[in-house]
C-alpha cells in the first residue's frame, strides 16, 4: 500500500473522509505540509532528525538546497563530513572520510590562499578561471 502511494498510484483510504474531530478532511493534495516522520525523512525538519533533535522544531532553511556559492557548498560537505566522522563506527569508513575531509579542507585553504593574494593586488591563475567561469 506505502509503495502505492509513493508511486502515485493510490490514495490513502481516508482521503476525503471527515476527521475524528469533526474538522475538515485531511488534505489529498500538496497544499499541507508533509507529517513530521515524513518532513523529518527528507530533511525538512519537523521530527526527531530536526534541529537540535527536537522533535517539530523549525525546519532547517539550508535544508534540501546547495549554496549558490562553491566555497560555501565545500563547507557544507566539510560539516556534514564531521558529522558522519561522529556518527559512524566503522574503521575503514572513518579512515575513507577523513581522506575526503582532508581534500575538501585542502580546497579551503586554496580559496583561502586565493583570496588572500587577490587582496594584495596579486591574481592568481586559478583565481582568474574562476572569476571568469
Known sequence: MAMDMI????????????????????????????????AALLGMGGGPGG?????????????GQAPSDPAAIVQQMVDLSQAYLQAEQDQEDLLTM????????????????????????TATPRAMRKAYA
Not at 9 to 35: E, H, I, K
Request: no cysteine; net charge negative.
Open 7 to 38: 508511486a502515485g498510484r493510490g490514495a490513502p483510504p481516508d482521503v476525503g473522509a471527515p476527521s475524528m474531530d469533526g474538522g475538515p478532511p485531511p488534505d489529498a493534495g500538496g497544499g499541507g505540509a508533509p507529517p513530521p516522520d515524513l
Open 51 to 63: 534541529p537540535g533533535g527536537a522533535p517539530g522544531g523549525p525546519p532547517d532553511p539550508t535544508a
Open 98 to 121: 577523513q581522506k575526503i575531509s582532508t581534500e575538501l579542507q585542502s580546497l579551503l585553504a586554496k580559496d583561502q590562499q586565493d583570496s588572500d593574494k587577490m587582496m594584495q593586488g
